[in-house]
């Protein structure tokens, strides 16, 4: 799978020395880009859901996220996301 760049919508609403923080919308049925994270990062689910997340190799997983969830995550992690089913803002 190819590496691709973030859409324009998902560019960072705070981005400095210390932090970038991205405010990003999953869609039911509709994957995110393949990303490699170029730090390590956090996650904050603000909704709940059923995430799907498809690494770089193909592999694929499904876990159930709550509202106020947060994962760490590792520098150089390839993946994309999307929503498989769940709640979305409205």
Known sequence: MAVTALKAADAPVI???????????????????????????????????????????????VATRNAGDALFGHKGTEEKVELASGVRPG
């Open 15 to 61: 981005d400095n020395e210390r932090v970038s923080v991205r405010d990003i919308t999953l869609n039911a049925g509709t994957p995110g880009a393949m990303e490699r994270h170029a730090t390590d990062y956090v996650t904050m689910f603000l909704v709940g859901g059923q995430i799907r997340t498809t690494t770089a190799d193909g592999k694929s997983s």
